[in-house]
């Protein structure tokens, strides 16, 4: 018996009417009936296209390959794909399920809500609006009941191939939870590349941003903490103040660089004082294999007085008296890299009646990393004042 074409804008007697339901698949459905069938039965008399449940599907013996069978038991369009038996395979579903086996790749297909889809073309998510609020709005929501302290969130991954064809992910973006307390959430934002091989953390992003090497992590807002920092290619040189050392008894103040390569330093004077006036007080420099006692050369001049000095350390002020209070600074530049070589220059007070000035340089038996304030002779000891170190280097 011939039946009219079917039409599938038209919604016959007990139809569900998918397309109206789903007008995000129109397209597709117009393709599958359109250009597959024309009408309800094939010229043979075979069911092409009807609709029921499930049993009253399985009830047909006669069908043939690319028949199809909106089935109203679990509302999804359905297809032979083969026969000797009858296969059926879902050609749509409504959305929120699974709604194509064809994931997205090609042709009108719909994606699956509730699975992965492969996409093989640019995908636009736009928006018309007009005011100045933002849009459009990609959202990844981890709707997790238990949310806690550095849980990963959500992941945006830029893949690509190897030499020999091997996946790799490139490069990724993730959220991370750093603290989940309602009203004082913190988070962070993670951003990962491959390098040799190894894909790792490379920069983070909190109240500050810093590298994941840097000791301290995030150091609040507007900050930025990092191993190492370059202009143009050249390495920028960090500085650290030392720890202050009380001049009040003793005869050794000793300090330690806090970098591997120290290009720099300040000792700076507050009222150091020496009970006598035998020895002069002296800056020693050392790599680690020690303090250096001999080869410095320079000279200290108080007013028009000048006093040449060589040997024992950067001598500070010539003849120090008992009521001496010797205020100021002495700075040391690392002047050649291969040889180490050093100089030092500096200015102080000797506590209202004259200034000293020195001057000197001392090359050392590798890099410096210690530095002490000590006298030249075994005799005088510190009795007033206090004196620190302000590091250069990297």
Do not use: C
């Not at 998918?18 to 393709?31: L, N």
């Amino acid at each position: 018996m011939a039946t009219p074409p079917f039409n599938p804008d038209e919604t016959k007697p007990g139809d569900s009417d998918i397309v109206s339901q789903f007008p995000a698949v129109e397209r597709t459905f117009r393709d599958i009936v359109e250009d597959w069938i024309n009408f309800e039965h094939d010229p043979t008399g075979h069911h092409a296209f009807l609709e029921g449940t499930t049993t009253a599907r399985d009830a047909i013996t006669d069908w043939v390959v690319g028949s199809l069978w909106y089935n109203t038991t679990t509302s999804v369009l359905q297809i032979v794909t083969s026969i000797g038996p009858v296969v059926w395979a879902d050609v749509s579903g409504p959305l929120g399920t699974a709604a194509s086996e064809n994931t997205g790749t090609s042709g009108h297909t719909i994606p699956f809500l509730d699975g992965a889809n492969t996409w093989s073309a640019t995908q636009i998510i736009e928006s018309t609006d007009a005011d100045a609020a933002v849009a459009p709005v990609y959202e990844l929501y981890r709707n997790s009941a238990t949310p806690a302290i550095n849980d990963l969130i959500g992941q945006l991954l830029l893949a690509g191939e190897s030499s020999t064809g091997v996946k790799r992910t490139y490069a990724d973006v993730i959220g991370k939870i750093i603290d989940p307390t309602n009203t004082l959430e913190d988070g962070e934002l993670v951003l990962r590349a491959i390098v040799a091989g190894t894909l790792a953390a490379r920069f983070h992003v909190g109240a500050g941003v810093y590298t994941p090497g840097a000791t301290g992590g995030d150091k609040g807002a507007d900050t930025i903490n990092a191993s190492e920092l370059y202009d143009d290619g050249e390495r920028i040189a960090a500085s650290k103040l030392d720890t202050e050392q009380a001049t009040t008894s003793g005869t050794d103040k000793n300090f330690t660089s806090p970098f591997a390569t120290t290009i720099g330093f300040e000792v700076l004077w507050d009222g150091v004082s020496a009970a006598g006036s035998t020895d002069n007080i002296v800056i020693r420099i050392g790599p680690s294999g020690g303090l250096e006692t001999s080869g410095y050369v320079g000279g200290t001049s108080a007013l028009n007085a000048h006093s040449t000095w060589g040997g024992g350390g950067f001598e500070v002020a010539t003849g120090p008296a008992v009521a001496d209070l010797y205020t100021g600074r002495t700075v040391g530049s690392l002047m050649n890299a291969g040889t180490n070589k050093w100089v030092v220059s500096g200015l102080v007070d000797e506590g209202g009646t004259q200034f000293f000035s020195t001057a000197g340089i001392k090359s050392l038996a590798g890099l410096l990393t210690q530095l002490s304030v000590t006298f030249d002779g075994a005799t005088d000891a510190f009795d007033a004042g206090a004196v620190n170190v302000r590091w250069f280097g990297y």
